[in-house]
């Protein structure tokens, strides 16, 4: 069953500004990943954040994620057009199955 | 390198008709695959765990009778859409894990289309 929520549902900025997406969870977990889907595309691994970090960064990304709130964000910076896409967190739902619980997603438009 | 690649990447079939989906872990072994449907505009949904050799393990409401998996390889899993109707009109993503851990790879995905 889906535990993530994430919000915003739909988020829409001009090329250059920071781009903000949340992501809530239920359970306990021992990491949470972000990715990435194009329309009508498969998906693209972003980053991974262990329970035990709080912060990650990657190039233009940052990843927080804080546990007591079981609450993730993704720090988009500088955006660019083809930044546009669809971001989803997962979890494992601290099992070690390797079973991932997708969130709702957020529907990013980056303007030019 | 970590491809996974899904045959095919579209198909459109009668209702009543049986579906096959490849998926293939091209320059690694996977440990485990996994399959997911997504519905347009919404999120992937788990509907199994496949490994290779074993029987899979299907998510609750999923009917393992309607959609057959066979891993038959540490490089290739199968999804079999049996007598497929209208409401299985999906895009079937699956994944493959075991090069990294706690990362998986997706394939680019398979449009179905039931009429």
């Known amino acids: 069953s889906q535990q993530g929520e994430e919000d915003p549902q739909a988020l829409s900025i001009q090329e250059g500004e920071n781009a903000t997406m949340n992501c809530s969870y239920k359970t306990s977990i021992n990491n949470l990943q972000w990715y990435r889907q194009n329309s009508g595309r498969g998906l693209v691994h972003l980053i991974l954040i262990r329970s035990n970090e709080r912060e990650k960064h990657s190039g233009r990304l940052r990843v927080t994620l804080d546990t007591s709130k079981k609450s993730s964000s993704l720090l988009i910076t500088a955006s660019r057009a083809a930044d546009t896409a669809s971001y989803f967190c997962?979890?494992?739902?601290?099992?070690?199955?390797?079973?991932?619980?997708f969130g709702q997603g957020t529907t990013l438009q980056v303007k030019p | 390198g970590a491809v996974v690649s899904q045959h095919p990447s579209w198909v459109i079939c009668k209702s009543g008709t049986s579906v096959k989906i490849e998926c293939r872990s091209l320059d690694f072994q996977a440990t485990t695959m996994f399959w997911y449907r997504q519905f347009p505009k919404q999120s992937l949904m788990l509907m199994a765990t496949s490994n290779e050799g074993s029987k899979a393990t299907y998510e609750q409401g999923v009917e393992k009778d309607k959609f057959l998996i066979n891993h038959a390889s540490l490089t290739l899993s199968t999804l079999t859409v049996t007598s497929a109707h209208p409401e299985d009109s999906s895009f079937y993503i699956c994944?493959?894990?075991?090069?990294?851990?706690?990362?998986?790879?997706f394939g680019p995905g398979t449009r179905l289309t039931v009429l």
């Open positions: 997962a979890t494992d739902g601290s099992s070690n199955t390797g079973k991932l619980i």
């Open positions: 994944s493959a894990d075991g090069l990294r851990p706690d990362t998986q790879y």
